[in-house]
C-alpha cells in the first residue's frame, strides 16, 4: 500500500515537471495577431500547452469520449475537443452562417500570463481602447473564461492608459473645528461665514454688475441652523 502511494507521489511529481511551464517572459508583438487568429506557427502549441496546464482534467476526460464532472468549471461553456486538439467552446449557434472559428474558440482561462499577453497585443493593436470593445473583439478569436476581470487587469498595468485615465488625488481634510463639536449647546452659539465671488452678473444690454455673495451658516450645535444671504 506504501509503495502504491509512492508512486503515485512521483507519478504525480513527474506530470508536473512534464505539465508546468515558465510564461513570465512569454510577449506577444500587435503584428504576430494574424498568426495567431489562424493558429498558426508556434501559436497552437502555445494554446495546447495552456490548456493542458490548467484545464488537465476536463482534457483527459474528453480524450476518453467521456462528458465532464458536474462539478467542472468548464462545465456551462459545454466545451468540446477540436480536431486540433484544442478545447473549444459549445454552444447553441451551431445552425449560424458563421466561421467555425467564431462559433467555436478555444478556451483561454483569464488569469494565465499567456492570456494576459494576448490580451496585451489585442489592446495596443486596438490602440487602447475601453474594456468592453477590447474583449468583445477578443472573444470572436478566443474565449476567455472571467474575461473582464483580465482586460482590466491588463489596462490598468498599461502605461499609456494610466496616463490617459488619472485619478484625481483626493485632498486629506482638516480635522473639524472644536466649535463645531459642541453638544448641548443653543443654536447659534457660534457661527461661520463662507465667502465666495464676487460674481459677474449680466442684466439687459450687456451690462456686468460684480456682486458679492456670501452664506452664513451656524454651525454650533446638533441642531445647526442653516441661513443663507446673497448680496
Ligand atoms: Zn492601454
Avoid at 478545447?87 to 467555425?100: N, T, V
Amino acid at each position: 500500500m506504501a509503495e502504491k502511494e509512492e508512486l503515485r507521489s512521483v507519478h504525480v511529481q513527474v506530470a508536473d515537471l512534464a505539465v508546468k511551464s515558465d510564461w513570465s517572459a512569454i510577449k506577444i508583438m500587435p503584428s504576430e495577431l494574424p498568426a495567431l487568429i489562424k493558429m498558426e506557427g508556434k501559436f497552437q502549441k502555445l494554446l495546447q500547452h495552456c490548456q493542458e496546464e490548467v484545464y488537465p482534467e476536463e482534457l483527459k476526460r474528453l480524450k476518453a469520449k467521456k462528458t465532464l464532472r458536474p462539478t467542472s468549471r468548464l462545465m456551462p461553456l459545454t466545451p468540446f475537443l477540436g480536431d486540433d486538439g484544442l478545447l473549444r467552446l459549445g454552444g447553441r449557434l451551431e445552425r449560424a452562417k458563421l466561421p467555425y472559428d467564431v462559433l467555436h474558440p478555444p478556451i483561454l482561462p483569464g488569469n494565465h500570463p499567456l492570456e494576459w499577453a494576448i490580451i496585451g497585443a489585442f489592446h495596443d493593436s486596438m490602440h487602447h481602447v475601453g474594456t468592453d470593445f477590447v474583449l468583445s473583439h477578443i472573444r470572436q478569436h478566443i474565449w476567455i473564461t472571467a474575461g473582464r476581470e483580465a482586460v482590466k487587469r491588463v489596462r490598468n498595468e498599461c502605461i499609456p492608459c494610466r496616463r490617459f485615465r488619472p485619478k484625481a488625488a483626493l485632498q486629506m481634510m482638516a480635522d473639524v473645528y472644536q466649535a463645531r463639536l459642541g453638544a448641548r449647546e443653543p443654536p447659534f452659539t457660534y457661527t461661520s461665514v463662507d465667502y465666495f465671488g464676487p460674481i459677474d452678473v449680466i442684466y439687459e444690454r450687456g451690462t456686468v454688475h460684480h456682486q458679492v455673495a456670501s452664506w452664513i451658516r451656524g454651525a454650533s450645535s446638533m441642531e445647526g441652523w442653516s441661513l443663507t444671504i446673497v448680496a
